[in-house]
């Protein structure tokens, strides 16, 4: 107890001190650590109330937070006002809540969790299903030992079937929130260790906690399984003890990390370029257009550029690696296009996108971004946001909605493998697609949802272009389309246009990061207004990573978007999800969509 070092042990799921933590309290971490193990309220020696009675543990939809409160009480009252936490499986879950909870998380230094996961799936309920019946599905060994903890077989199974039901409520009522939020508002070190042998809480839980917990490390024990703090417990000590001992406030160790290449950062636009100047002269279609390798003189005979220029500017892709160059027998110079080439910048290729490339991000951004220092130095006395600059200038309305539309439905496209989920939750889908633009996700979802319908919701300049891109549709999907002039960063201009509780499904895509920061909360009160219960809002943007270290594409694009939109928001879930949470959705769940650039922050509007 006189450790300066104290940790708060929180067991598994119907575990105790003495089931779960027996080795520990053994052997002990080190010299320096002591150990305050426990038996959550209801189990094994927690079960006598405050007037004596017996009782058996109850698992209200709140309880890993219930633990998590408990556990900071017991220390407090122990007179520990600071000190570290281990939580295993369900104790994981708990410790997370103890330390993002605002009220009691100043107390802990360092967290080490193992065996959690911050939501419960569809296959994680099936496998507690699959073991309700702890007389024909638990081992011998385990059912003696928690029967003894627990005062007998009849407690147990009353105790197995009441924590199963708060499973599944969890998943069906909750959207499979353990803490999907909290993780986000964890701050102190954490150590995340996973077991890759677990076969009860796979490998993608961990990974998903290590990604949005700020300051934490993972480490996989290869032979481990769930119990790895038993069966390699000399390993885990060690682990446990390094970890502590590390005076270091960060997870994070900067020798890990490569030094930056300035001659590539600095001659980076030089690339973009070049990329942008061979799409516009048709290179890469020329290439294309001839079987097997184009000679120099093919492809001078299909572009608008010629000699020496063209030369050069070959050369450059060839060291981008945009384009393969060989030479034959006789000295003369082949080229070929590499297979991501062939896919993204050949025209005709169901994957272009170099319209998006050339029209918006080359057109349009490159020439905004030439002011960036005086963007930054003085915000909105230099831009006025994308509200103002599509009012003030219709053509750049028109051409960056129409250089969105190829990228777009490729984006939209991905979406739906991504959340495959959609359209069997929401067969009938009405889609709010707010910032809609090209109404790109809007066709797709009508083409993949044979039922579905959606509105698109943008700016009147935006909305002229979107009305002639749905109109190319075929019949059957242009029908279930819709368009509505408003702005997503006026909040008041959605009353009584916007039906209350009338969508199953709000998107906003590339929205958040578009607005003024100070309008975000707004707009996230009308998606939830606007949403049935049980319908779900869909966050689509640049998400830089909790820790603020990347990635690369996402910070670059949200240091675009300042000089079009100086109040904007910087990105990242963690802001974002506090914003969603405030507003009343629950289980804020992230997804990557496009690799190294984009997330997708899925919420639920409760059930009624």
């Not at 984006?411 to 697609?433: I, V």
């Not at 629950?586 to 919420?603: K, Q």
């Amino acid at each position: 107890p006189d450790a300066p070092h104290q940790i708060l042990c929180l067991p598994g799921s119907l575990g105790t001190a003495a089931t779960d933590f027996s080795v520990q309290l053994k052997n002990g971490i080190g010299e320096k650590f002591g150990l305050v193990a426990i038996d959550p309220r209801g189990l094994g020696h927690s079960n006598v109330s405050t007037d004596g009675k017996q009782f058996v543990r109850e698992y209200p939809a709140d309880f890993y937070l219930q633990d998590a409160l408990d556990g900071a009480s017991i220390m407090k009252a122990l007179g520990y006002t600071k000190y570290s936490v281990m939580g295993w499986s369900d104790g994981a879950n708990a410790a997370m809540h103890l330390a993002a909870n605002k009220e009691v998380k100043d107390a802990v230094k360092k967290l080490v969790i193992f065996g959690g996961n911050s939501y419960v799936s569809e296959e994680d309920v099936e496998a507690y299903e699959a073991v309700r019946d702890v007389s024909k599905s638990w081992s011998e060994r385990m059912r003696k030992e928690k029967s003894a903890a627990h005062g007998g077989l009849e407690t147990l199974q009353i105790l197995n079937d009441r924590y199963t039901d708060a499973m599944r409520s969890i998943l069906y009522d909750l959207n499979g929130d353990v803490c999907l939020k909290e993780l986000h508002n964890i701050t102190c070190p954490t150590l995340i260790l996973h077991g890759a042998l677990d076969v009860i809480c796979h490998d993608y839980h961990a990974q998903y906690i290590a990604k949005h917990i700020t300051n934490s490390k993972l480490k996989v024990l290869e032979k481990g399984k769930h119990n790895l703090h038993m069966k390699y417990a000399d390993e885990f000590r060690t682990l446990v003890r390094d970890f502590l001992t590390n005076n270091s406030e960060s997870s994070y160790q900067e020798d890990d990390e490569p030094q930056p290449d300035i001659d590539q950062i600095a001659y980076g636009f030089m690339g973009s370029k070049s990329l942008f100047a061979a799409l516009r002269a048709g290179i890469f279609d020329a290439i294309d257009s001839v079987d097997g390798s184009a000679t120099f003189d093919e492809i001078e005979s299909e572009c608008d550029i010629s000699g020496e220029r063209l030369k050069t500017l070959l050369s450059a892709c060839v060291a981008l690696k945009l384009i393969r160059r060989r030479i034959d027998k006789g000295g003369n110079d082949l080229f070929h296009l590499p297979t991501a080439s062939s896919k993204q910048l050949v025209s005709k290729s169901r994957q272009y996108w170099g319209d998006y490339l050339t029209m918006q991000v080359d057109g349009q951004f490159y020439n905004r971004l030439a002011d960036i220092d005086n963007t930054i130095k003085h915000g909105t006395e230099a831009s006025h946001g994308y509200e103002s600059w599509f009012d003030s200038d219709p053509d750049a309305a028109k051409n960056y909605t129409m250089a969105q539309h190829n990228g777009s439905l490729a984006t939209a496209y991905a979406l739906h493998k991504r959340l495959p989920e959609l359209a069997t939750e929401f067969p009938s889908m009405r889609m709010l697609d707010v910032g809609g633009g090209s109404a790109a996700f809007s066709i797709v979802t009508s083409r993949m949802i044979q039922d579905a319908t959606a509105v698109v919701l943008d700016l009147p300049n935006v909305i002229e272009t979107t009305k002639g891109i749905i109109s190319e549709e075929e019949e059957s999907v242009r029908r279930r389309l819709s368009t509505l002039a408003l702005s997503a960063s006026d909040p008041g201009s959605w009353e009584n246009v916007v039906e209350d509780e009338s969508f199953d499904v709000v998107l906003l895509s590339y929205v958040s990061g578009s607005i003024p920061s100070d309008a975000l909360a707004g707009l996230y009160s009308n998606a939830f207004r606007a949403l049935k219960p049980g319908g779900k809002a869909i966050i689509h943007d640049f998400f830089i990573n909790n820790d603020g270290r990347g990635p690369p594409n996402a910070a670059l694009w949200a240091l675009a978007h300042i000089s079009v939109n100086p109040t904007g928001m910087g990105l990242i879930p963690k802001r974002v999800i506090n914003i969603l949470s405030e507003q009343g959705f629950i289980a804020p769940r992230v997804h990557e969509l496009i690799p190294g650039m984009t997330n997708v922050i899925v919420a639920k509007k409760k059930n009624a």
